[in-house]
């Protein structure tokens, strides 16, 4: 479904929670141009645990996402979210930009995180960012779950449980 503005779609989960492999997904069906801090820093062969530099390429690649969309590109921002203000944030830059704005929240508990991590960090996938359990405590404890009211403010959203090819559809675009 092709709307007059673009989309700016958007992500919110922490790491291990199927950001990733959705956002491929969507590219690949014509849903925007992706944008992945992680697949850049990694191209750079700038090491992950340089925050500072993470930082500064987050807000540059966000910023081309804003000149993307102005153009009228749908883009698929595959950032975690974690934040309340980080998605008021972008739902505001959407707004202002002319854009629509999707959401897609992952909602699955710390335990099914470290399962899937943990078996990410011991396969070795290339590109994937290596996490300990020490670290993802520490995402966890800073994110922030939207809640309904929050949800509501997007032009659609989607929830996505850890039930392998579940998607709960709690609001269509309107």
Same mark, same amino acid.
């Given at each position: 479904?092709?709307?007059?503005?673009?989309?700016?779609?958007?992500?919110?989960?922490?790491?291990?929670?199927?950001?990733?492999?959705?956002?491929?997904?969507?590219?690949?069906?014509?849903?925007?141009?992706?944008?992945?801090?992680?697949?850049?820093?990694?191209?750079?062969?700038?090491? @992950?645990?340089?925050?500072?530099?993470? %930082?500064? +390429?987050? #807000? /540059?690649?966000?910023?081309?996402?804003? !000149?993307?969309? *102005?153009?009228?590109?749908?883009?698929?921002?595959?950032?975690?979210?974690?934040?309340?203000?980080?998605?008021?944030?972008?739902?505001?830059?959407?707004?202002?930009?002319?854009?629509?704005?999707?959401? @897609?929240?992952?909602?699955?508990?710390? %335990?099914? +995180?470290? #399962? /899937?991590?943990?078996?990410?960090?011991? !396969?070795?996938? *290339?590109?994937?960012?290596?996490?300990?359990?020490?670290?993802?405590?520490?995402?966890?404890?800073?994110?922030?779950?939207?809640?309904?009211?929050?949800?509501?403010?997007?032009?659609?959203?989607?929830? @996505?449980?850890?039930?392998?090819?579940?998607?709960?559809?709690?609001?269509?675009?309107?």
């Amino acid at each position: 479904m092709r709307f007059n503005k673009p989309t700016l779609v958007l992500f919110c989960g922490p790491p291990g929670s199927g950001k990733t492999t959705l956002a491929k997904d969507l590219e690949v069906r014509g849903h925007g141009l992706r944008i992945c801090t992680d697949d850049w820093q990694e191209s750079l062969s700038i090491d @992950h645990s340089d925050g500072g530099f993470h %930082e500064r +390429l987050q #807000t /540059r690649l966000y910023r081309h996402a804003l !000149q993307l969309l *102005e153009h009228g590109q749908d883009v698929i921002l595959e950032d975690g979210l974690w934040m309340k203000a980080e998605r008021d944030e972008k739902l505001a830059d959407a707004r202002r930009s002319g854009a629509r704005a999707v959401l @897609h929240l992952f909602d699955l508990t710390f %335990e099914q +995180l470290w #399962t /899937r991590i943990n078996n990410r960090n011991s !396969q070795g996938i *290339e590109g994937a960012v290596r996490i300990d359990r020490s670290h993802l405590e520490r995402i966890w404890s800073v994110f922030e779950k939207p809640d309904p009211s929050e949800l509501a403010l997007f032009d659609s959203y989607e929830i @996505h449980t850890a039930v392998a090819g579940s998607r709960d559809t709690e609001r269509t675009a309107t």
